[in-house]
């Protein structure tokens, strides 16, 4: 059985599947950060060390879609984080906005599932698509009705998330 947005207002009719957390006790969803198996570039985009990450950044460029052990880029850390000017300075350097984790979910998706509305804002002004769906079919515009988070639920919808997208039950 599939379900579908039907009504954004009322948030009625929408359906999200979603495997259960084994990292719930972790602030951040979704994510399950162990510092020691992160390299200094990944690191540095997770706590916001500005510094750092440009530093590392004009050293090798090639580091600006490097990929930590569950594929994760530095901007799908900074994205958890919040730190919006990491993601300015990755996009700068042209990192991959559409980069995918082992889940399939983009920085997009994980900035709107740990309700970061400025990167959020700053992905959609670059172009991140804001279509693409996860393992489980689910896109951002699930994840921000799933947190009942009505502005970037609207601020997708104005970057054309599609409102009709199905996930899988």
């Known amino acids: 059985m599939k379900k579908r ?14 495997r259960e957390r084994r990292d719930h006790e972790h602030p951040v969803p979704g994510y399950h950060v162990r510092k020691r198996e992160l390299s200094l570039f990944h690191k ?10 440009e530093v590392l950044l004009l050293h090798n460029k090639n580091v600006v879609d ?4 569950k594929n ?23 990192c991959d906005l559409n980069a995918r984790d082992e889940e399939s979910k983009t920085a997009l998706m994980k900035a709107v599932q740990c309700q970061k509305e400025v990167c959020v804002t700053v992905l959609l002004e670059y172009r991140a698509d804001p279509n693409l769906e996860d393992n ?7 994840y921000a009705v799933l947190a009942g988070d009505t502005s970037i639920a609207a601020k997708l919808l104005r970057y054309n998330a599609n409102i009709e997208a199905i996930d899988k039950v």
């Open 5 to 18: 947005l039907v009504e954004f207002a009322g948030f009625v009719g929408f359906s999200i599947h979603q």
């Open 44 to 53: 540095a985009a997770y706590f916001g060390d500005l510094d750092t990450a």
């Open 66 to 69: 490097s990929r930590d052990r």
């Open 72 to 94: 994760r880029t530095a901007l799908h850390l900074a994205c958890t984080t919040g730190q919006s000017a990491v993601v300015s300075l990755l996009i700068h350097w042209d």
């Open 136 to 142: 489980c079919q689910n896109t951002a515009l699930h």
